[in-house]
């Protein structure tokens, strides 16, 4: 990340506080691409380092900052439908392969999946509002989404309250933990494959040997 970006969101978080955080984390949620998971970083960094923040209350006003927008992303997705998510692809330069995949996670693990959308670096732009095209059940969605709210932003604030003071390799190694999560989540899905396709088999292999 540049100097002067590094600066411009220290000097916003210095500023505003908490509500730098919520304002991030809310709007990156809803569908709105603006860097969520650093400002949540750069403030645990300052809470550890300035102590102008406090761990404990950049957790709560995080989750739910990132609960809140996640709904209203849903909301949003849920009622403009498919055209909206059209323009809003072309509009944000959404690759076409990246909705493709969601929309993929989404129809083999359902509600699940948000969970899991906050740790892929790219899918949490665009979880809730494509959760919401796709008609994903409010009460799942909630679950999961709350779920993986808590444990995202401990996990990331955490992180960054403990390792702030080598901020440029802080920032690394979480993008380097994104790609780890979405190996993590290709192996789970391997496994439940394995495990269906065995299923099947015996289930095949018992009915043969009836007839």
Do not use: C, H
């Given at each position: 990340m540049g100097h002067a970006i590094f600066e411009t969101l220290r000097t916003f978080i210095a500023d505003y506080g908490y509500w730098a955080v919520a304002l991030a984390l809310l709007c990156e949620n809803a569908g709105i691409p603006v860097p969520g998971e650093t400002t949540l970083l750069l403030a645990s960094f300052l809470a550890h380092s300035e102590q102008r923040l406090h761990l404990g209350w950049i957790i709560v006003v995080g989750t739910c900052a990132a609960t809140i927008g996640d709904n209203l992303g849903y909301a949003i997705g849920r009622r403009g439908g498919r055209p909206l998510l059209d323009r809003y692809q072309e509009a944000l330069r959404i690759p076409a392969q990246s909705l493709e995949g969601g929309e993929k996670l989404f129809a083999r693990y359902g509600a699940a999946t948000i969970f899991f959308a906050r740790f892929i670096f790219g899918m949490r732009v665009f979880a809730g509002p494509l959760a919401g095209v796709?008609?994903?059940?409010w009460k799942a969605f909630a679950l999961f989404n709350l779920l993986g709210a808590m444990v995202w932003v401990?996990?990331?604030?955490?992180?960054?309250?403990?390792?702030g003071r080598h901020w440029d390799q802080l920032e690394h190694a979480i993008k380097r933990f994104d790609v780890a999560i979405v190996v993590v989540a290709a192996v789970v899905g391997l496994v439940f494959w394995w495990k269906r396709l065995r299923e099947r088999r015996r289930t095949t292999s018992k009915e043969t040997s009836k007839t």
């Open positions: 796709l008609r994903m059940p401990t996990a990331i604030a955490s992180v960054g309250y403990l390792f």
